[in-house]
């Protein structure tokens, strides 16, 4: 399962929904604008936003729940009039960018209003409309799309699974392949006439493109941004090299030369997940021998207790109150959905949404009783308790201090779910505990999905700025496409793959046009997140074996944290928690470095690298 969520408070639905209709650029004033006047601007602005919102994010709801060609004609629609405003109001904020005495919180809610944007429409007639069509036509295609298996259409949530569960290459190169080309190939077109219109936005208020737009949100200069992207990976580069070498290593020796040779790249579709973004789903091709049987599976012994979605989703939320925050509002067992339903299509991608920006909290699953799903829950309702937290800052800060906390807070409470975790909440039997000899097994199956992540997490949108810059023409994206996964990951596609096809579109963020940065941020960040918590709760261990499980002074320092929301600069935040203000990969390398060690070892006399 997809270990990512959206968080979908309702500005965020507003400032990145899917396209627009034609904007109006507001009246030009008839004297130099002053600080007084954009103070009022900024509560009009907010006020309209919030009227809005509301009926925006059940439309959204409704269609990501039911979708039909009805509700993708309302979608559209109401995307139309959120872009309107966003980007209406986007462009008056420009307007007070040089106005001197402004106070640092108007100062702020400008430049969210301005930067914040991820699908900026064009102002001039026909164009946000055009973007309004294609981008829920993209969609569309993505959520109803289907695969093969034996020639068998399957669904996108049910693909997903197989891939994972699946090990005839054979098999595995038709699901990949038939997904990527009944999926991906269609949105070609649209994805390229969608750039140009979103650039065309862009540059109307200011940005060189989309991507810079998209890289000025992180309080600080889009240059400065792509520095510290490259810095972090290069941090934990080496660590995914190690796993990469004892992967193929593995692979080799269950499938042979002639499906995965001993050197240069993996076959992607081999690695357990449809984007080769996670492979724990293989972990048992690459366990070691000894150490690598824990005793246990998550998704059996959630099934031997009788585990449904429900239930699944309730000891998630234990997990939340055991550090002191409150349960989940009644409403949001009435109103989420769990399971995917037996009637309809509906949008299986995982996330979580607060409809009225206060206690509407809810998430959209189609929850299957696995391990993977046990943590995606952990990792979704780390939304809802965030999106919460901070419900009463002014509409404009309702949001993670960047987009890499809202995806890492989950996460790192997902860290926590160790044995010791399982035991707490009757899951685990006490004396099937694994040992510390088999720490190696643990920090294996813990590395093939949170490190395997990291190149994929980077490299999605380095190919849309990419894009967005000029730097990939559009008679090059497949082949940019591939070089991205060639260079980073260390993939190759299982099929030959030419200018016909559009392997992104595969990829749910790419037709939805949701930048996925954040989620190479919130890999890193969830790291830091949980050795601050560890710290504070005392733990002694190895890092790797702590669970902060029912510490309220760790909850209440968390929470402290989220409520502020994107009120302050993310460094401020970071700090509030962790005493740093700086993101780095150094709690991810301290947590695997003795997998680190014992990787080397193994890869003795193995060429490294692709």
Not at 3 to 17: E, F, Q
Not at 328 to 339: A, D, G, I, N
């Amino acid at each position: 399962m997809i270990r990512t969520g959206i968080s979908t408070i309702a500005l965020a639905l507003l400032l990145a929904a899917p396209a627009g209709a034609q904007a109006q650029k507001a009246a030009p004033a008839a004297t130099a604008p002053t600080a007084a006047d954009a103070d009022a601007f900024i509560a009009r602005a907010t006020k309209e936003f919030n009227e809005f919102a509301i009926d925006d994010a059940r439309i959204q709801w409704v269609y990501a729940t039911y979708i039909t060609d009805d509700t993708a004609e309302l979608v559209a629609k109401s995307g139309a009039k959120g872009t309107e405003l966003a980007v209406r109001y986007a462009l008056e904020a420009a307007k007070y960018d040089k106005v001197k005495g402004l106070s640092p919180d108007t100062r702020r809610q400008l430049d969210i209003l301005r930067s914040a944007i991820t699908s900026p429409a064009p102002t001039r007639d026909g164009a946000a409309s055009a973007l309004a069509k294609l981008q829920t036509d993209m969609q569309t295609v993505y959520g109803t799309g289907k695969g093969t298996l034996d020639g068998k259409p399957m669904s996108g949530s049910d693909i997903e699974a197989a891939m994972g569960t699946t090990r005839d290459p054979a098999k595995l190169k038709e699901m990949w392949s038939s997904w990527h080309d009944n999926v991906g190939a269609p949105q070609r077109q649209d994805y390229q006439r969608s750039v140009g219109l979103l650039n065309e936005g862009a540059r109307e208020l200011g940005f060189k493109d989309v991507g810079a737009m998209w890289r000025s949100n992180y309080d600080m200069s889009p240059e400065e941004f792509g520095k510290l992207t490259d810095k972090l990976w290069n941090e934990v580069k080496p660590l995914y090299e190690s796993l990469h070498t004892y992967v193929r290593w593995k692979l080799n020796e269950k499938y042979g030369d002639a499906v995965q040779p001993k050197t240069g790249p993996i076959r992607a579709d081999l690695l357990g997940n449809m984007w080769a973004q996670e492979w724990g789903n293989i972990y048992d091709i690459v366990a070691p021998a000894g150490s690598g049987d824990l005793g246990f599976d998550v998704g059996e012994l959630l099934i031997a207790k009788d585990y449904d979605a429900i239930k699944m989703v309730k000891a998630g939320e234990g997990f939340y109150s055991s550090l002191g925050l409150d349960p989940m509002p009644e409403t949001f067992w009435k109103r989420s959905q769990f399971v995917k339903p037996a009637d309809r299509e509906v949008q299986c991608h995982a996330s979580a949404w607060n409809l009225d920006n206060v206690d509407d909290l809810r998430i959209k699953m189609c929850i299957k009783v696995n391990g993977d799903d046990f943590v995606t829950i952990h990792h979704e309702l780390g939304h809802n308790y965030y999106q919460r937290a901070y419900n009463q800052k002014p509409l404009l800060y309702r949001n993670g201090a960047n987009d890499g906390f809202h995806e890492a807070i989950g996460d790192f409470v997902a860290l926590s779910i160790t044995p010791d975790y399982l035991v707490s909440i009757g899951l685990l039997d006490e004396s099937k505990v694994p040992s510390a000899d088999k720490d190696t097994g643990l920090l294996l199956r813990q590395a093939m999905d949170k490190v395997a992540f990291l190149p994929f997490g980077l490299l999605i949108d380095k190919w849309r700025w990419g894009v967005f810059s000029g730097g990939i023409p559009a008679t090059g994206y497949q082949g940019a496409w591939d070089a991205l996964r060639l260079q980073y990951q260390g993939i190759t596609p299982p099929v030959k793959r030419d200018e016909t096809k559009f392997d992104p579109g595969a990829k749910y963020h790419i037709p939805a046009n949701v930048p996925y940065t954040r989620y190479f941020l919130a890999r890193l960040l969830q790291f830091q997140f949980y050795k601050a918590a560890c710290d504070q709760a005392g733990w002694t261990g190895p890092l790797h074996r702590c669970s902060f499980y029912g510490n309220k002074e760790v909850g209440a320092k968390l929470n402290a944290m989220l409520e502020m929301g994107a009120s302050k600069p993310w460094p401020d935040a970071l700090e509030a928690f962790t005493g740093s203000r700086e993101m780095s990969g150094a709690a991810m390398v301290e947590y695997f470095a003795p997998l680190k060690a014992w990787l080397d070892e193994q890869n003795k006399g193995k060429p490294t690298g692709w």
